[in-house]
C-alpha cells in the first residue's frame, strides 16, 4: 500500500493485491461484534481471560475461540503468568485506528440528510468534458 498526491492535488491510496488480501481478512475478524469489543476493553493492559468474560458476558467456549481468531489474525498476543494466559494487544496502535474509524463514523453520522443530499448533488453533477474524436 502507498499514498501518492496525483497531478489534480487529491491523495489516493493503492493496495496492491498482496496488500488487498492481507486487508480484508483483517476486517472480516474486527468485523465480529464480539471481537471488536474484546479489543476494545482489552486497552492498553493485558488481562486474564476470566476478566475478559466477566467483561464480555460471554461463555468462557465463546471467549476462547475469539481470542484464537484475534491471536492468529496478529491483534492480540498471549503470555502465560502463573497458572493464568493473559491477553493484550500485539500493537497499541490498533486502539488508535479503532478510535479513528469511531470518531470518523460519528461524524458522517452527524450529517444531516440534506447536507448529504447537497454533497451527492455536487458530485452527481460535475460537469463532463469530453474529446470529440475525428473520424480517421
Known amino acids: 500500500m502507498y499514498i501518492y498526491m496525483s497531478h489534480e492535488s487529491y491523495i489516493t491510496v493503492k493496495f496492491a493485491q498482496h496488500g ?3 486487508i480484508i481478512p483483517a476486517l472480516k475478524v474486527l468485523g465480529e461484534p464480539s471481537r471488536l469489543r474484546i479489543l476494545c476493553w482489552l486497552g492498553l493492559e493485558c488481562r486474564p481471560v476470566v476478566d475478559i468474560i466477566n467483561a464480555t458476558g460471554l461463555e468462557q ?3 476462547s475461540f475469539h ?3 484475534l491471536r492468529e489474525a496478529g491483534f492480540v498476543r498471549a ?3 502463573g497458572a493464568f494466559i493473559y491477553y493484550c494487544l500485539a500493537d497499541p496502535d490498533l486502539l488508535r485506528i479503532l ?3 469511531k470518531h470518523w463514523l460519528e461524524a ?3 450529517l444531516t440528510s440534506s447536507e448529504v443530499g447537497q454533497h451527492v448533488k455536487l458530485v452527481t453533477h460535475r460537469p463532463v468534458t469530453t474529446k470529440s474524436r475525428e473520424a480517421t
Do not use: C, I, M
Open 20 to 22: 488487498q488480501a492481507k
Open 61 to 63: 467456549t465463546n471467549v
Open 67 to 69: 481470542l484464537r481468531v
Open 79 to 81: 503470555e502465560r503468568r
Open 99 to 101: 478510535h479513528d474509524l
Open 108 to 110: 458522517r453520522q452527524a
